[in-house]
């Protein structure tokens, strides 16, 4: 087939811009799996389940305020929250008895947990495609260098750098995020001066699962909410992962930022083959740095 | 602890295995096995299917069945994998002794059935499988398809397109075999019935693309005058959405196959852009026929809901295993066969009949624009044409050609 | 594990009692069941080679899935395309499996444990990129049907047969490979690999040297699939099909050699039987797969094996 596809400068831009706000999502799932991953080391691959749960929530909770902007505000706070709750009820029932396990025993288990998930979503919404209206403020697009850009997306470009501050207010200023990092390089040490690793543990765990649960509410807008959306986003987010180096939070940031570039530059330059680029992204990275980017926690 | 764990996992395992072995149903129904994807983003179609075939069957069966035998069903849920699904028809034919097989939306798995369907002589009606190579290059004496295929949808479009005034067009879709084969269908026969349009380019997404605004920015750079967009399912939802949020609608036009169809424009309510072209082979609300009007109220009464494409499928098909049953005279898989090729029964849609040659169904497809019409919570498609179902049928010399390659 | 003479008369006699009993199989059982039991073999006879990488070479072999689907792959292409003898064909495909076992075992065995998982799910998830886009040669998502096959082989009896002497020799061989001076180097480097380099032996040599051997028992496997099925397709090297090898190799015992065969023979009867009366029978896999990880993380036959013997193995305290 014959075509020519003209590179303007403007398009560019606009697609490092579209690009960005993709970025966030992929940043805010992927740095907690990457949290869970570096302190526990669960290799979690219900990660991705609690997105889509997190997208589900965020449906029914917009839907029970009648779709009305406070309900959708509601839905992207309460969503999250209800994933975390679920979250720390499986850590207190079942993984603090597993920390000692093999990473193959963890993630097997995740797949087990995932499993559920899947049909646990099935039996509570069904099969049906369901679609969330973002508010009225958040309808159509402004135009950005001669160009349309959804304004859902510039909320959540503007979301994306809160995570990551509040990330890093939490790990580098906190007491809890001292303990954690001290944690994920000697778990023992920590246990024997005195301070009680499992609640540690199960914060950690509570918020990279909220993160995953905010990714999914972030998202129902933009998507179809459906059963599927977390076999895509947790093989994205473990790669993000590994690029970055396992367990740092930064090297998330870094990774879904490689990921989500590469993804959108390659629609703008080659448009018939961009599905490969995120992949071959990753693959040169590991090639020449096998621990990913940034240095790993452990 | 362990050991009552371990024991409790090898009775059930004995227990499964003796319980089905000794299940034997009355030998006197017609059974029907089908394979259908009942989990996942697909099983709405399915169950939709579903819906439709068992309120046919239901009056069927009613009615006092079929030659003084109930037809009965069973299904299973292939989860959109061909391995499960192949192994399920396996089941169904030789444990459950099903008289035929109907499924399924998965082509892969439709395929490989069919595959096996002729191996083992049994009558295999595709539902919602959309490969043209399922009556194609790859049909047979026991396949059956009792929808529309990328062919058919190809020549529609191109039959549509062509009436409007566009040149420069971009091709955007799913990277996966649905998209391309639609994608291809539609640019060869646009490209033959009106030579001078140009492709100013393409952009392919994966299955399950959660955003499609980097596609939709990087369409627009390039200013074409209308998108040729072949998403399967699960897609059309999120990109119309996408449309709608970046205003694509109004900029370029836009083409997607099943644009219109209910099944894509229910769950987005309001939500759906407006003017947006698209194809499908039935309307709840067209053609406005008393026959459609009994099947709308039927089904709604059964189900509370509008029916879909799917309940139509579903619908006809098992009026279709019905009739070929009774002119076959007797449940046998090759007299059966003979009987559905060339069979034509009365529909909602008129008058269908499966096509002798391919034992494809002869569908006319409907195109359609979006439109926000009061009375409803969702859009609907106006200034419908009808695209006869003759002018749509990929020629027999192509098939012909197709299946001497293989 | 290398057992004394009596004992190994007595495990000779039940092996070929087996085997008498599973050769007369398709004269007395139902159709269904001799198919479901080649797809037993051939499920188990993968589990079993991710087995010698994960269990007895220790690595963590996420993706193996992908060397079944090449091997599935290679033999229909070759069949499909090519006049090639069907013989020829039947023989080399599990070798494209061991190329590219070796291929990715190169790029991933600098690395061990998780990370090693993590980059071989990546490349697989590359391979099965370019297996669903690459349509003119692969078929793309709607993979590979119809396959040309003699019915003397692809009968539901005739594949049974055959399957059963492919795996039957190809465990045969993995035993005989497990129990050599190799197999037992290995075991040494899962057990302790830090001590193994100390004591002169190359650990990165004989891990690539596991994966061909892993890679190309699951390209027999994939071409054994591809012979009772008579298709090929994108699922046979997807994740989640490699997690449930994975699965099977845990729930039947992981540092036994026959352990991935039960847990095959396992999986595969639950997904039949009870897919028959739910469609909900993933969280019946998954309740079991919990049970499983914390009571008997030995799996079946380890559980046994200590249940019915003191728990004296060796390895069983360096690890």
Sequence with gaps: ????????????????????????????????????????????????????????????VATLFGNSPIGFWFAILLAPIGVAIISLATERGLFCHLYDREHLMLLL????????????????????????????????????????????????LSIGPIVAVGLWFLTQRTKIGKIARAAAVDRDMVGA????????????????????????ALVAPTQNITQGMDHTIIM?????????????????????????????????????????????????????RPKGLLRATW | MRRIVSYMMFVCLLASMIGSSTLTFAASDIKVGIIDTYSGPPSSYGLDVLDGFKLALNKINANGGVLGKKITFVTRDDKFKVDLGLTEAKELIMRENVNLLLGTINSAVSLAVSDLAKKEKIPFIVTYGKSSNITGSKGHKFVFSMNENTEMIGKAAAIGLAKRPFVKYWIAGDDYEYGHAIADAVWNHLKKIKPDVKLVGQSWWKVGEPDFTPYITSILSAKPD???????????????????????NRKVAIYMHTATELSTLRPLGLDAPQGVIGTANYYFYYPETP?????????????????????????????????????????????????????????????????????????????????????????????????PAEEIMPSIEDIKKARSQD | MPPDGLSRLKWFTLGMAVLIVLALCPQFLPRFFTYLLALILITGLMATSLNVALGFGGM?????????????????????????????????????SAVLALVMGFICVRLSKLYFGMLQLSLGSLVWVVVYRWYSFTGGDDGLHGVPIPSLISSVSGSFYFTLIVSVVSLGLMYVILNSPFGQILQAIRDNPERSETIGVHVRAHQLVTQ?????????????????????????????????????????????????????????????????????????LAIILMLLIFFLPEGVIGYLEGFFKRPDVSTEEDR
């Design chain 1, 193 to 216: 001066v005195g301070i009680n690793v499992s609640w540690v543990f199960a914060s950690v765990f509570v918020i990279g699962c909220f993160l995953a649960g905010l990714g999914g």
């Design chain 2, 291 to 387: 026959e459609n009007k009994v099947f709308v109220e039927e089904f709604k009464k059964a189900y509370s809901r509008y029916p879909s494409f799917g309940s139509l499928i579903g619908w006809y098909t098992a009026n279709f295993i019905a009739k070929a049953y009774e002119k076959a005279g007797k449940v046998d898989p090759e007299k059966f066969a003979d009987a559905l090729s060339g069979m034509t029964i009365d529909s909602p849609i008129g008058k269908l009949t499966v096509r002798q040659f391919d034992n494809q169904l002869m569908l006319p497809m409907f195109m359609g624009v979006t439109k926000k019409v009061p009375g409803y919570d969702f859009l609907i498609a106006t200034d419908i044409v009808t695209i």
């Design chain 3, 212 to 284: 061909v051997i892993a890679g190309f028992f699951a390209g027999v496997a994939g071409v054994l699939f591809v012979t009772v099925e008579g298709s090929a397709f994108p699922d046979l090297m997807s994740w989640t099909l490699s997690l449930e090898f994975l699965i099977m190799c845990l729930l039947g015992g992981w540092f036994t050699f026959l352990g991935p065969m039960l847990g095959a023979a396992i999986i595969v009867s639950l997904r039949t039987m009870v897919g028959v009366y739910t469609e909900y029978w993933t969280t019946v």
């Design chain 2, 226 to 248: 209308a998108v040729i967009v072949a998403t399967g399912g699960a897609g059309c939802i999120p990109f119309l959405k996408a449309a709608k949020n970046t205003g694509f």
């Design chain 3, 60 to 96: 963590y072999q996420f993706h193996h899935a992908v060397f079944y689907g090449v091997g599935a792959y290679s033999v229909s292409l070759m069949l499909i395309k090519t006049n090639l003898p069907i013989a020829l064909c039947f023989f080399t495909a599990p070798f494209a």
């Design chain 1, 236 to 288: 994205e987010a473990f790669l993000i992962v590994i690029i970055g180096g396992l367990g740092n939070v930064w090297g998330a940031l870094l990774g879904a930022l490689i990921f989500g570039l590469t993804d959108s530059m390659g629609i703008m330059i080659l448009p018939q083959f961009s599905i490969v680029f995120p992949y071959a992204a990753v693959v040169i990275v590991l090639i020449f």
């Design chain 1, 109 to 156: 288990f995740t797949f087990a947990l995932m499993l559920i998930f899947h049909d646990a979503v099935k039996l509570i919404w069904g099969s049906e495609y369901r679609s969330l209206t973002p508010p009225v403020i958040f309808q159509g697009s402004l135009p950005i260098l001669g160009m349309p850009f959804p304004k859902y997306n510039l909320f959540l």
């Design chain 1, 1 to 60: 087939m014959d075509f020519s596809t003209t590179i303007t400068f403007n398009g560019l831009i606009q697609q490092f811009i579209v690009g960005l706000s993709r970025t966030t999502i992929l940043f805010i799932v992927s740095s907690g799996l990457s949290l869970v991953l570096g302190v526990l080391r669960i290799p979690n691959v219900a990660h991705g389940s609690l997105y889509m749960l997190g997208a589900f929530l965020c449906y029914s």
